[in-house]
């Protein structure tokens, strides 16, 4: 139940002015209580000004009794003592001790309320002059233009980080701003979308049909549509025959209101929304025109330096792989590809150790996608790698990257691991930042799944025909015997035939009993010998259904973490957080150092307040963020990308019909280390392994790349 505090702030504590969290000491009004330690969205606050607080006492077992803040409004003092102290205070010059005193003996408690209303009560105070009198009504009777915009966007349901972001974006002009066109905040603030606009609209008496709401309902849908199916531009037909209001008039108006203002771009007969259209020139141009002319590569007597570096890491190039570091040398742009098992980090590693031994003086920046494939970047090159929006320093409630063309990377050689996930926005920011870079290395597997983000960009790079690919085509680890790699392999030749293998590979058919049921043997099988929660990973390409993702985690949890008095749990609409959790990151938060695909445990579970260890990075979530973790028992192909596991479950049923393709199942299996379990149907396997006539993402950076080189050789 929520309580309510009274009180001044007396001193500040902490304050994160990033994300807005703070640990302030009050004085309670009207209590002998020493001071209470408050925590919450506290961004705005002041010290010695006066407060209302919304929330509820929590026991800290480290630091006693303390408040957890929900929300907070500015307040005029009340109780003799604090009235005294805020009229004497530095807000009003000229009024002294004796004065305040004055000024609260003649007219008691209410004297501020009373003021408000009249300001002939100051005036009959001895020593008050009519100017003192007109600066004490002013000060009383201000309003704090921010604490109205909080208190207000507070009443119409966002988040405290949202309300951060807003009062920042608009400071004292955020009413007037957000009253003049609520739909701004679209386009204003990062992960503010149509629904919590449109709801603030409303409040303010909005009509459905005026022309700021159709403008962002139409914008609203291309994204749902073209961010949503992971393409780069759509047609005009796809976007109306979504967009439902009664004058066709009116949304051809909006629709072109949209084109003027530059949110969406026509080229040719293509839609884009702007910033796609941007990145996609972009990335063609930059990337085609390419050409570092500077510094020489070439190293003498290539063969020695070759030995030397395989002596020094224990391993043995093949020819192939030999060819692939000469190339390397030579281009100022390589694609280097191949499926797991082709040597791609031992490739890695080898150029990363030459580059090293021979041109000390050069700096290499190493990056991913994710932060588990850029800790296992690290790990097998033995140089520092980083989450691509780490290296860009992105700033989460801006969306923007502090590293960009004008303070570019002070790097020379410029590695992408996981190349496959990169969307064309990401790329085209990370191009922008890539000034000083004399040469690029894109190393993925191009059978993966696509970005989650819009575009294809590994695909339509190697479809232009406008770089040197190398693509490793022999398999080590299969030719030492591992049966997970084998299956893959023949998977995506769409061959499918689970029965070859007895050793690493098992399925179990769910003809003999639920998916769930299957699942929940084999991970406690796993656990009884030794394997740990985090060496096992159940996948699944959809949430919904009884083998679905949101199926497999209720029931895992039950199993692995199951509910005891003695762990604290929440319900977060249809999920219970309970302590000793295995979460997922849904989104990136680089300010807490955690990202997209990131795996911890839940340690700490209040009403209002979860604490997750990500590997001794400890991340605090207020109810706004719950949206942004999840169990992770078991997730989908998409969020495992980029990751390894000694243990893999992979699920396929017919009821996933239209997400059975090649691409997803084989980047599911690849995702194992060591053993995979597969589990279901066979005839969906089948339908899954058979299926690489996935949906064709509508790009152009193809094309783009090929004008451009055609350009360069008339």
Same mark, same amino acid.
């Given at each position: 139940m929520e309580q309510i505090v009274k009180?001044?702030?007396?001193?500040?504590?902490?304050?994160?002015?990033?994300?807005?969290f703070g640990i302030f000491r009050i004085v309670l009004f009207n209590s002998n209580q020493k001071p209470l330690i408050i925590k919450g969205p506290l961004s705005t606050l002041e010290v010695e000004s006066f407060y209302e607080f919304s929330g509820y006492y929590r026991e800290d077992p480290r630091y006693g009794m303390q408040f957890q803040v929900e929300s907070f409004k500015k307040m005029l003092p009340q109780h003799r003592d604090f009235i005294v102290r805020f009229l004497s205070g530095p807000n009003f010059p000229g009024v002294g001790q004796k004065s305040a005193e004055a000024i609260v003996d003649a007219y008691g408690e209410t004297v501020l309320d009373d003021i408000r209303e009249d300001e002939s009560f100051v005036l009959q105070v001895k020593g008050i002059t009519p100017v003192k009198a007109t600066m004490i009504l002013?000060?009383?009777?201000?309003?704090?233009?921010?604490? @109205?915009?909080?208190?207000?966007?507070?009443?119409?349901?966002?988040?405290?980080?949202?309300?951060?972001?807003?009062?920042?974006?608009?400071?004292?002009?955020?009413?007037?701003?957000?009253?003049?066109?609520?739909?701004?905040?679209?386009?204003?603030?990062?992960?503010?979308?149509?629904?919590?606009? @449109?709801?603030?609209?409303?409040?303010?008496?909005f009509?459905?049909?005026?022309?700021?709401?159709?403008?962002?309902?139409?914008?609203?849908?291309? #994204?749902?549509?073209?961010?949503?199916?992971?393409?780069?531009?759509?047609?005009?037909?796809?976007?109306?025959?979504?967009?439902?209001?009664?004058?066709?008039?009116?949304?051809?108006?909006?629709?072109?209101?949209?084109?003027? #203002?530059?949110?969406?771009?026509?080229?040719?007969?293509r839609l884009y929304h702007y910033t796609q259209f941007e990145s996609e020139v972009?990335?063609?141009?930059?990337?085609?025109?390419? *050409?570092?002319?500077?510094?020489?590569?070439?190293?003498?007597?290539? @063969?020695?330096?070759?030995?030397?570096?395989?002596?020094?890491?224990?391993?043995?190039? @093949?020819?192939?792989?030999?060819?692939?570091?000469?190339?390397?040398?030579?281009?100022?742009?390589?694609?280097?590809?191949?499926?797991?098992?082709?040597?791609?980090?031992?490739?890695?590693?080898?150029?990363?150790?030459?580059?090293?031994?021979?041109?000390?003086?050069?700096?290499?920046?190493?990056?991913?996608?994710?932060?588990?494939?850029?800790?296992?970047?690290?790990?097998?090159?033995?140089? +520092?790698?980083?989450?691509?929006?780490?290296?860009?320093?992105?700033?989460?409630?801006?969306?923007?990257?502090?590293?960009?063309?004008?303070?570019?990377?002070?790097?020379?050689?410029?590695?992408?691991?996981?190349?496959?996930?990169?969307?064309?926005?990401?790329?085209?920011?990370?191009?922008?930042?890539?000034?000083?870079?004399?040469?690029?290395?894109?190393?993925?597997? +191009?059978? +993966?799944?696509? *970005?989650?983000?819009?575009?294809?960009?590994?695909?339509?790079?190697?479809?232009?025909?406008?770089?040197?690919?190398?693509?490793?085509?022999?398999?080590?680890?299969?030719?030492?015997?591992?049966?997970?790699?084998?299956? =893959?392999?023949?998977?995506? +030749?769409?061959?499918?035939?689970?029965?070859?293998? *007895?050793?690493?590979?098992?399925?179990?058919?769910?003809?003999?009993?639920?998916?769930?049921?299957?699942?929940?043997?084999?991970?406690?099988?796993?656990?009884?010998?030794?394997?740990?929660?985090?060496?096992?990973?159940?996948? =699944?390409?959809?949430?919904?259904?009884?083998?679905?993702?949101?199926?497999?985690?209720?029931f895992l949890q039950k199993m692995c973490n199951p509910e005891n008095s003695m762990k604290p749990q929440i319900m977060v609409g249809t999920r219970i957080f309970r302590e000793g959790d295995k979460i997922l990151q849904l989104k990136n938060q680089p300010d807490d150092f955690v990202f997209n695909g990131d795996i911890g445990t839940l340690v700490e579970v209040e009403p209002r307040r979860l604490v997750v260890d990500f590997e001794g990075n400890f991340v605090e979530y207020e109810p706004a963020d719950f949206i942004n973790i999840t169990l992770a028992y078991a997730m989908s192909v998409h969020k495992a990308q980029g990751s390894e596991y000694p243990i893999v479950i992979l699920v396929a049923v017919q009821d996933f019909f239209r997400m059975l393709s090649r691409r997803l199942y084989y980047t599911g299996a690849t995702r194992s280390s060591k053993s995979l379990v597969l589990v279901g149907e066979e005839k969906a396997f089948e339908r899954a392994v058979a299926n690489h006539q996935e949906s064709i993402r509508k790009t152009y950076l193809k094309q783009r790349l090929q004008r451009i080189v055609a350009q360069q050789k008339s």
């Open positions: 009180g001044s702030v007396e001193s500040k504590i902490f304050l994160n002015e990033q994300s807005g002013e000060k009383v009777r201000y309003q704090d233009p921010i604490e @109205d915009a909080v208190s207000f966007l507070i009443a119409n349901g966002l988040g405290n980080k949202q309300i951060l972001k807003i009062t920042k974006a608009y400071g004292e002009d955020s009413i007037r701003l957000i009253k003049e066109n609520p739909y701004r905040l679209i386009y204003d603030i990062d992960g503010i979308g149509f629904k919590t606009a @449109d709801k603030v609209a409303m409040s303010l008496g009509d459905l049909d005026h022309p700021l709401r159709v403008e962002a309902l139409i914008l609203d849908r291309y #994204k749902t549509i073209a961010f949503g199916n992971g393409d780069s531009y759509i047609s005009k037909k796809e976007l109306f025959k979504d967009v439902r209001i009664g004058d066709p008039e009116l949304v051809e108006s909006a629709f072109d209101a949209l084109i003027e #203002k530059g949110e969406l771009v026509w080229d040719e007969d972009n990335v063609a141009k930059t990337l085609g025109d390419f *050409s570092f002319t500077g510094y020489d590569f070439d190293l003498d007597d290539f @063969d020695g330096k070759i030995a030397e570096i395989e002596n020094t890491l224990r391993i043995d190039f @093949d020819d192939h792989q030999k060819t692939a570091i000469e190339t390397f040398l030579k281009e100022d742009v390589m694609i280097l590809t191949g499926g797991p098992g082709t040597g791609k980090s031992t490739l890695l590693s080898g150029i990363v150790t030459l580059l090293q031994t021979n041109m000390p003086w050069l700096h290499i920046t190493l990056c991913a996608p994710t932060g588990r494939a850029a800790k296992r970047l690290e790990e097998l090159t033995n140089v +520092q790698a980083a989450t691509v929006h780490s290296v860009l320093r992105w700033d989460l409630e801006s969306n923007k990257f502090g590293v960009h063309a004008e303070n570019p990377l002070e790097t020379d050689v410029l590695i992408v691991d996981e190349f496959s996930m990169i969307d064309v926005w990401l790329l085209s920011n990370l191009l922008d930042a890539s000034n000083n870079v004399k040469k690029f290395l894109f190393v993925g597997d +191009q059978n +993966q799944l696509p *970005s989650v983000g819009s575009g294809f960009v590994l695909g339509d790079m190697i479809a232009s025909e406008s770089f040197k690919v190398i693509e490793l085509e022999r398999n080590y680890r299969q030719e030492a015997g591992s049966e997970v790699i084998d299956l =893959a392999m023949n998977m995506n +030749q769409g061959i499918f035939d689970v029965h070859n293998y *007895s050793r690493d590979v098992k399925f179990f058919n769910s003809r003999y009993g639920p998916v769930k049921d299957i699942v929940l043997r084999v991970v406690d099988e796993a656990l009884s010998r030794g394997y740990d929660l985090s060496d096992i990973q159940v996948l =699944a390409p959809m949430y919904n259904g009884p083998a679905g993702i949101d199926n497999l985690n209720h």
